[in-house]
Each structure stands twice: as C-alpha cells, then as structure tokens.
C-alpha cells in the first residue's frame, strides 16, 4: 500500500511518500481501506520525536474515515463494506496509509450524511473535544467558559459542544479567524494580538485550552472561585495553578466508540459541522506538516487518499 511515513525524525522532508507492508486483520481487529485521513497536532510532534514510542519505518497519523475490508477473528460487529470512522488506539500511528488495521471496538460506523474527508476531520478534533467539554469540565447550561484557539480542530468542535450545552462561549484568535469562530457559535471573540485576554475576560466557570505554553498558564486569571480548566496543548500533565481556588484537569481523551458515537450524533442532528478543510494528498504530507507545524491555518487539514 502507498503511506506516508518516516524512518527517522525530523523537520517535514523526513516525510516520505511511497509502499509499506499492507497491514492484517489480527484477533479483534478490522482492516479498514482508508479513504480520508486528518492532519492533527500531534502529528508533527511525533514527527520531531517528541513521542519516541515507534519502531521505524511508521506511517503518521491518528485518525480516519473508510470502508472496511478485512475482518479479524472474533469481530461480530462490523463487516466487510461497512462506513466507518475512527481514532487510532493511543501510540498506535498509521492513518497515513491506503490501509489501516485497528481495534474494532474503537471504530464506528459513519453516519451516510456525513462525508470520509469531513468524519476523518472530526475524530480525533471531536473526541478529544468531548472528552473535555462534557466529561471532564462537565459544562453546564448558562455556564461561561473560555476556549483558547478557537480557530484549530479541537477548539472548533469545542465551541460548538458548548453552544450546544447552552453555555456562554469566549474564544481567541487572531484577527483573520474572528468571523470563523463566530460562525461557529462563538459569543465573544478576543483577537490575542490586539489585547491582552486576562484583561478583557474573567468570571469564567470553565476554561478549556487548546494553545498551551504562556496561554495555558496564563487561563487561571480568568476563572472564578471554585472554576475548573482543562489542557490538551501541555503534555500528559495539566499545568499547576498559582491560585488555590480552581482546579486544573487534564482529559484522559480515551479512544472509545462512544465518543465517535457522540460525534455523529452531535452531527446528525446539527449540532456540529465539519469545520473548514483544506485537502491534501498523501504525497504532500510534507507541505501538510509545515502548515500544521506554523500553527496559524483554521479548521483542518484533511489528506484524501482515495
Ligand atoms: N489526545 C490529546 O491530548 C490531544 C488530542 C488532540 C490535540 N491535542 C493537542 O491540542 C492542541 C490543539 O490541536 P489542534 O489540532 O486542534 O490545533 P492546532 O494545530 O494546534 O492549532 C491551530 C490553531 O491554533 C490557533 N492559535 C495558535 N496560537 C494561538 C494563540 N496564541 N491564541 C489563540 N489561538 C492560537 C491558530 O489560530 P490563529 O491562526 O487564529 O492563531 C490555529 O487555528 C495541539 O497542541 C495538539 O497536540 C491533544
């Protein structure tokens, strides 16, 4: 099968277009021929070697859309043929690829009304969203909360889920996304270049950040006593707060059906689009890299690979 992949770490030219082994259906899994796979922040750090966790050569990639076409033993619910969408299980990387072979029990069934390349863009960006906003800061109706880069995958599907629990929705982007954000939902938006969101943004309930660094540690400034922030953009941990009023969480984002289950039902029912995509092919997943390293697209960038 053609992927791209790496077979060391690096900057963007590590990747390499061309044929890996085509992967097996194993007890429990399927094999799934990928049609749309997304670009996600992780992404590029596991290119630099931040993660280590890989035996080379690896395709990248976490997350995808496509037909399965190969079933393992003991795998009763999903068959040959089948639309399904999914996140790879946590280190696993390889969506990348013309083939994907995974745990059956963390895919799901894509919704017809729902496209591979728009499903591929919501998997990893959705479960990880939902993980934060409903199971971990468990956001309440008339609750406020501040989701920092509300441009990116995850704070898009964010501010959707948080407008559809009827919360007050804050965001932060730069100037060229403000009418984006707000077109999906956001009720306020704070352009970060021009000022300073610890000054203009407080008596928040909630705090999800999608940024990290300064931005992260900064969040506490705007939460009220007793409120609650959750990190995905910080490492495996949430960083400390420098006040002892709030709680700072860190969303274990489990790869579970019900999650990818969530999505297409938050979809079904027009609760959340797909955001904006921008559409590579797996050849240019270099270019993709540099754009998704820079940090300053909006929505997601999706390889469609067939
Ligand atoms: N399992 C997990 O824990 C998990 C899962 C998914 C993602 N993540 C992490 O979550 C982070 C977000 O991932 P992502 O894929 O959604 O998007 P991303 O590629 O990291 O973010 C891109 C967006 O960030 C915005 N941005 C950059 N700097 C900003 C700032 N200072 N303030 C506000 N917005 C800013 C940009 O908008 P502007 O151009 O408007 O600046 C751009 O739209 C990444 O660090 C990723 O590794 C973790």
């Known amino acids: 099968m053609k992927a791209a992949f ?10 390499k277009y061309g044929d890996l082994p085509d992967p097996v259906a194993g007890p429990g899994e399927v094999v799934i021929d990928v049609v749309a796979a997304s670009v996600n922040g992780a992404d590029w750090k596991v290119r630099v070697g931040q993660y280590k966790q890989s035996k080379f050569p690896f395709a990248l990639g976490r997350d995808f859309s ?23 299980e946590a280190g696993q990387e390889g969506a990348y690829a013309e083939k994907i072979a995974v745990k059956a029990a963390i895919v799901a069934k894509k919704p017809e009304g729902l ?16 993980s934060a906003i409903e199971d971990t800061l468990k956001l309440k109706p008339g609750e406020k909360i501040l989701i ?3 441009a990116g995958g995850v704070a898009g599907f964010a501010i959707q889920a948080a407008k559809h629990i009827g919360a007050h929705v804050v965001t932060t982007t730069s100037a060229a996304n403000q009418a984006y954000v707000r077109g999906l939902g956001a009720d306020e938006v704070i352009d970060y270049n021009a000022a300073d969101f610890t000054k203009v943004v407080s008596g928040c309930d909630a705090v999800f ?4 660094g300064d931005v992260a540690q900064k969040s506490f400034a705007v939460l009220k006593p007793g409120g609650r922030a959750a ?30 289950e969530r999505i297409a039902e938050l979809f079904e029912i027009g609760a959340v689009r797909a955001p904006e995509i921008k559409l590579y092919r797996l050849s240019e997943a270099a270019d993709a890299h540099r754009v998704s390293e820079a940090r ?9 690979i067939r």
């Open 6 to 15: 790496i077979e060391q770490y690096g900057e963007p030219d590590v990747l």
């Open 66 to 88: 496509g037909v399965v076409s190969a079933v393992g033993e003991g795998v009763t619910d999903l068959k040959v043929g089948d639309a399904v969408f999914g996140v790879c």
């Open 115 to 130: 496209s591979h390349v728009d499903a591929a863009a919501l998997a990893l960006t959705g479960l990880t969203a939902l």
């Open 148 to 150: 920092q880069g509300g």
């Open 209 to 212: 950040d999608t940024v990290g």
């Open 231 to 260: 990190f995905i953009a910080s490492g495996a941990q949430a960083p400390k707060p420098d006040r002892g009023d709030v709680s700072a969480l860190r969303p274990p984002v489990g790869r579970a059906r019900r999650h990818l």
């Open 296 to 304: 300053h697209f909006r929505g997601k960038l999706v390889f469609k």
